[in-house]
């Protein structure tokens, strides 16, 4: 038996789920096919994705194609999951990526297609719609060329496009050869060579061979066209799924080795991880070594099989199972060894933040464990929460997961709340080096610690880095994992109240007070350092040496490439210009006009709504984060603080004392 772990992905409204539906119905897994409108499809389960035809969370069937078994996942179209979308291409073989016969190439779609591309995943492309009005065969394919990839090969073209009888006509084998030995020479030289000395040399079934072999590589891509909603060309493509995308690779014997990329609470609150072994064979009872040390016992297995998971007693390598007992498990996490897959996983920051609020008298300890049980599902969802003002703050990528978020807590919680404005989310980075170092005195501060830090700038992306300069035994170990846990947590709220993600703290000095008792009697913790000294006083020298190094505060940004009538573009560049939006590169095609730059996230939901009015609604507007950079003007964007405000020294004793006291 072969496997095949499958993706579907394509912008919304191009018919992916739909496109879902009928490959179950064509080979045999359901009776009916579902409706996206009417909600009664088989991978949207959630009562949003239903009421709103848009796929949220990723899902996953399986069905058979002779001796192949398919594990199908549909994927979400929305460009505010495309870190659901992310993780589940870790675990893919191959893609279908479905683009609309009407509409053509979408903002979105790129997007995708430079993923699927980056992380050289086998892709075929479906042009679906076919039989919808205004569909159109060659302005398709030369839209696709220009905006996604000019590495494409039609398997066939669409007859009566546009129609109700609209179909797929394969090409034989005397149109295709001489179109596959155009594109596969480009990576094949020998190919060429062949065909030049002896044009027999080259025989249609080796071009067939070779086209496999590229697709499997991510060199070519296939493309079929079809009709979810007639079924026109879907055998086709089904047969092509099977023929040029790579099966499952993986020894069933091997160490223990895959990737956990969705996790869901159960009906009784379990969690469940599903997870894509890449090697070895995960059993019932197993003790599976998990990332941090931690240990988890698999309690039960299901596989997925003949279009729903069955319990099994193992997962073997290859396919996707779902796992019980995992209590720690966390998306990203790794089973065992660690998998050695061809891409590396990038996910982009949630760059907008919004306040949460229960609407009446809701238990806010309730809303924040539902919170707290959603931000397990999705790792790029954080939480933060206000003592002080009793608030919580989430993390977003636009503004639909709001709805999904409000639908989510009153379906699966029965909480009503309600959001605040979304701000962007911005961070700190130090400007110099800076030093300070608090001695051990009574009279100054009640810890009995001394603690010396510096801090210093360091590359982007290169996170926190905890040094000593004292030696490790000047003090016991765990002293010095109390200073450098709380550096790290006090890093999440610099001097403006933002993430400070990119510096050097080096630990300068060291001192402590060892254990002591009077006689005949216990310990004696006013003579005695501990532990909770040490987490007290490093925020108040981590801010002071903060302070002395100075901070400048980034705001994030999003490239943009903007595709609209050239005869708009003097309308729109004034907006550009109020939106703060750096334009870049212009170029003109006939009628059109493409423009890429850079522009405040913050400016991102104004600009996409005052640009249909502009552009006549023609304007296709591609965003996507791409880096921090410094405010400018006068006023710097302060975050409201939830720790005790160590930049207060007296506020700061004042609250420790009462929390000591509590």
């Known amino acids: 038996m072969h496997l095949l772990n499958l993706g579907i992905l394509a912008h919304v409204d191009a018919g992916k789920t739909s496109l879902t539906e009928r490959l179950l119905h064509t080979v045999g897994i359901i009776d009916e096919i579902g409706s996206v409108d009417d909600g009664s499809t088989q991978t949207d389960s959630l009562a949003l994705e239903r009421q709103r035809g848009i796929t949220i969370k990723s899902a996953v069937v399986s069905f058979a194609v002779d001796d192949l078994t398919v594990n199908l996942i549909d994927t979400p179209g929305h460009p505010d999951f495309i870190a659901e979308v992310e993780r589940v291409l870790s675990v893919l073989d191959g893609a279908v990526l479905v683009i609309s016969a009407v509409e053509g190439v979408q903002a979105q779609t790129r997007v995708l297609m430079r993923t699927l591309q980056r992380l050289r995943i086998p892709t075929v492309i479906l042009v679906n719609k076919i039989d919808r009005a205004g569909a159109q065969y060659e302005r398709v394919l030369r839209n696709i060329s220009a905006r996604l990839t000019p590495a494409i090969v039609p398997m066939g073209e669409a007859g009566e496009a546009g129609t109700r009888g609209a179909s797929f006509i394969p090409f034989d084998a005397e149109a295709l050869g001489p179109r596959l030995l155009d594109r596969l020479a480009e990576h094949n030289d020998g190919l060429l060579a062949a065909y030049v000395d002896d044009e027999r040399a080259v025989s249609y079934g080796q071009l067939r ?107 073997e390598a290859g396919r996707i199972g779902k796992l019980w007992g995992l209590a720690d498990i966390r998306i990203g996490d790794f089973l065992g060894v660690p998998p050695k897959t061809s891409g590396e996983q990038h996910f982009s920051p949630p760059t907008l933040e919004t306040v949460v609020a229960p609407v009446g008298p809701a238990d806010k300890g309730a809303l924040h464990f539902a919170l707290t049980q959603l931000a397990e599902q999705d790792p790029l969802i954080n939480l933060r929460y206000d003592e002080v003002r009793g ?18 807590l009153a379906e699966a919680f029965g909480l009503d709340v309600t959001f605040c404005e979304t701000t962007p989310l911005c961070v700190e980075r130090p400007v110099g080096t800076g030093a300070a170092v608090e001695f051990i005195k009574k009279d100054l501060n009640p810890f009995l610690a001394t603690v010396g830090l510096r801090i210093d700038p360091a590359p982007v992306g290169s996170g926190v880095e905890f040094r000593l300069e004292v030696e490790l035994g000047a003090m016991p170990y765990a002293f010095f994992k109390a200073v450098e846990d709380t550096v790290r947590e006090t890093l999440g709220q610099g001097l403006h109240g933002w993430q400070v993600p990119d510096c050097t703290v080096t630990m300068t ?41 100075g901070t400048q505060v980034y705001e994030p940004m999003h490239r943009f490439r903007l595709e609209l009538p050239a005869d708009t573009l003097g309308a729109v560049l004034p907006l550009l210009a109020k939106q703060r939006a750096v334009p870049g590169a212009t170029a003109t095609h006939g009628t059109s006009c493409v423009l890429e730059g850079r522009v405040p996230v913050a400016r991102v939901h104004e600009l996409e709504q005052q640009l249909p009015a502009l552009t006549r609604g023609e304007g296709e507007l591609e965003c996507a984060f791409d880096h921090y950079a410094p405010v400018g003007g006068a006023t710097v964007p302060d975050r409201p603080r939830t720790d005790l405000n160590p930049l207060d020294r007296k506020e700061y004793l004042l609250n420790m004392t009462r929390r000591v006291g509590g």
Do not use: C, N
Request: hydrophobic content about 40%.
């Open 209 to 315: 061979a070779e086209l496999a072999e590229q697709t499997r590589q991510a060199l070519v891509h296939p493309v079929f066209f079809g009709s979810a909603m007639t079924g026109a060309g879907v055998a086709e493509l089904i047969a092509g799924i099977k023929e040029l995308l790579p099966a499952a690779e993986g020894d069933v014997d091997g160490p223990a080795s895959g990737t956990v990329f969705k996790v869901e609470r159960g009906p009784a609150g379990e969690k469940i991880a599903y997870a894509r072994m890449f090697s070895g064979t995960v059993r019932t009872r197993d003790r599976l070594p998990l990332p941090g040390g931690a240990e988890g016992k698999v309690t039960a297995i299901s596989v997925f099989d003949a279009g729903s998971d069955v319990r099994a007693t193992a997962v």
């Open 509 to 549: 000095h060291s001192g402590y007070w060892p254990r002591q008792s009077h006689a005949h009697q216990g310990f004696d913790k006013s003579m005695s350092s501990t532990g909770a000294d040490f987490r007290g006083l490093t925020p108040l020298v981590l801010v002071a040496a903060l302070r002395e190094a």
């Open 391 to 408: 608030e919580i703050s989430v993390s977003l990528y636009g503004e639909v997961q709001k709805e999904v978020i409000q639908a989510t």
